[in-house]
C-alpha cells in the first residue's frame, strides 16, 4: 500500500491575460480572460498544477475567477487537509460532500492532484483516466468571433492557409436571427466545403427564435447549432432537437453526469460538448461522455477558453474517450497574446498534439505567472 499524501502546501491565483482582438459572445465581449491557477504540493514534495476558467465573470454560468479562488481558498483547503492525495476519487468525494456545486473550483483541483499524480507514477494523465489514451492528436476548431463577418472570413481564410483549422465556429445570439444567420451564410459562402461551420448561440434564443433560425442555418449548409436556448429550457430544446435536421449540440445545459443523463434521456441534444470545467473535473467529464456513449450521442470536446493548463487537461481526457466524432475547440491559448507555459502546446496540420510528459505534461513559465497575475496587476483593471 503506497504511503499517503499529505497536503504540504497549496497556492490559489487569478491571472488575466489579454485576447488578440475582443471576442464577442452572446453574453459578453471578452478583452482578457481571467483564469484561476492552483498550485498544490504533496508531502512527497511533488507538485500538481490545474487551472479554472470560466468566460465573461458572471455572464457564462455560475461561477467568477473570484468566487472559485473563494471557494478553494476557504472551503476545499480544508478538506483536502484531511485527505490522502494520492486517491483522486476519495479525495473528490469528500470535497462533493462538502462544497456543492462549485464545478469549476472542483474541476482546477482535481486537474492539479491528477498533475501530481502522473508525475508521481511517470505517466501522462491520458493514462491515468478510463482505459488510457485512444488518440495522440485532436482536431481542433477555432471560433470567429471579431464580430464583423469580412474580418471574420479573413480571420477564417488565414487560418486554412496556416493548416491550422478547417473547422469554425462562430458566435450569435446577440443581433436579430435574420442578421446573424445573414453573417454565418456568407462566412459559409466564402469558405464552401473547405470547412466545417457551426454556430453556437449560448442560451440567446427562444424556442421561435430558434425554430426560425435552425431553419435558416441548415439551409445554409450549417453543420450543427450549440445551445439555442436556455440551459433550463430543456422541453424547447428537445422539440427543437426533434423537429430540425440540424442536429443541436447541447452545452451549458450539462453540469455534470445527472445533467448528461437527463438530457440525453429527454431527447434535447444529438452532440454534447463535453467540458472538464463544467462538469467538475476530469472523471466527471468522462462520465458525460461515457452518457453520450450509451445514448447514441456524438461527442465534441469543449472549451471554457481554457489556457495552457486547463487546455492540456482537457487535451488528455479527449486523447481517452473512445469516440470523438466531432472534434474539439482546444484553442484557448491561442486566443492569447501571451504564453504561460515555458513551452507551448503544439498546433499542426488542423489539430494539436496530446502531452506526452507525466502528469499533464506542462510546465509554467514562472515570470510570465509573476507578470500577469492580478495581485500584481490589479491597480490597471477596469
Ligand atoms: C462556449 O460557449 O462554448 C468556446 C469557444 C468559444 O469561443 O467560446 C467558448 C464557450
Ligand atoms: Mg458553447
Not at 445573414?182 to 430558434?210: C, F, M, P, Y
Amino acid at each position: 500500500m503506497p504511503d499517503a499524501i499529505t497536503l504540504a502546501s497549496i497556492e490559489t491565483l487569478i491571472v488575466d491575460l489579454p485576447t488578440i482582438r475582443p471576442h464577442v459572445l452572446a453574453m459578453a465581449t471578452m478583452h482578457r480572460q481571467s483564469i484561476v491557477l492552483v498550485r498544490l504540493r504533496g508531502s512527497d514534495g511533488i507538485e500538481g498544477i490545474g487551472e479554472g476558467t470560466t468566460i465573461g465573470g458572471l455572464s457564462y454560468g455560475d461561477e467568477s475567477p473570484e468566487g472559485i479562488k473563494l471557494a478553494i481558498d476557504t472551503y476545499i483547503v480544508p478538506v483536502l487537509r484531511g485527505c490522502d492525495l494520492g486517491r483522486i476519487t476519495a479525495t473528490m468525494a469528500a470535497i462533493g460532500r462538502h462544497v456543492k456545486g462549485n464545478v469549476i473550483a472542483k474541476c482546477a483541483v482535481e486537474t492539479a492532484l491528477i498533475d501530481a499524480l502522473g508525475k508521481r507514477l511517470g505517466l501522462p494523465a491520458s493514462h491515468l483516466i478510463g482505459g488510457g489514451p485512444v488518440r495522440d492528436r485532436l482536431p481542433v476548431a477555432w471560433t470567429l468571433a471579431s464580430g464583423d463577418t469580412g474580418r471574420d472570413i479573413a480571420e477564417a481564410e488565414a487560418m486554412l492557409d496556416a493548416r491550422r483549422h478547417d473547422i469554425f465556429k462562430l458566435k450569435i445570439g446577440k443581433r436579430a436571427v435574420r442578421e446573424d444567420v445573414a453573417h454565418v451564410a456568407a462566412i459559409k459562402r466564402a469558405l464552401g466545403d473547405r470547412a466545417s461551420v457551426r454556430v453556437d448561440v449560448n442560451q440567446g434564443w427562444n424556442e421561435t427564435d430558434a425554430d426560425l433560425g435552425m431553419a435558416l442555418l441548415q439551409d445554409a449548409g450549417i453543420d450543427l447549432v450549440e445551445q439555442p436556448v436556455s440551459r433550463r429550457a430543456r422541453a424547447a430544446q428537445a422539440r427543437l432537437s426533434a423537429r430540425h435536421r440540424i442536429p443541436i449540440m447541447a452545452d451549458e445545459s450539462l453540469g455534470g453526469a445527472a445533467e448528461a443523463f437527463d438530457v440525453a434521456a429527454s431527447g434535447a441534444a444529438r452532440v454534447f460538448s463535453v467540458k472538464i470545467a463544467q462538469s467538475g473535473g476530469l472523471h466527471a467529464a468522462h462520465a458525460v461522455a461515457t452518457i453520450a456513449g450509451a445514448a447514441g450521442i456524438g461527442l465534441y470536446g469543449g472549451t471554457m477558453l481554457e489556457a495552457g493548463v486547463g487546455t492540456a487537461a482537457s487535451a488528455h481526457l479527449f486523447a481517452s474517450l473512445s469516440t470523438l466524432d466531432w472534434g474539439t475547440e482546444l484553442f484557448g491559448p491561442l486566443l492569447l497574446t501571451d504564453e504561460i507555459l515555458a513551452e507551448p502546446l503544439t498546433y499542426r496540420d488542423f489539430a494539436l498534439d496530446v502531452p506526452t510528459g507525466p502528469g499533464l505534461g506542462v510546465v509554467l513559465d514562472e515570470d510570465k505567472v509573476a507578470h500577469y497575475r492580478r495581485d500584481r496587476t490589479a491597480p490597471n483593471l477596469h
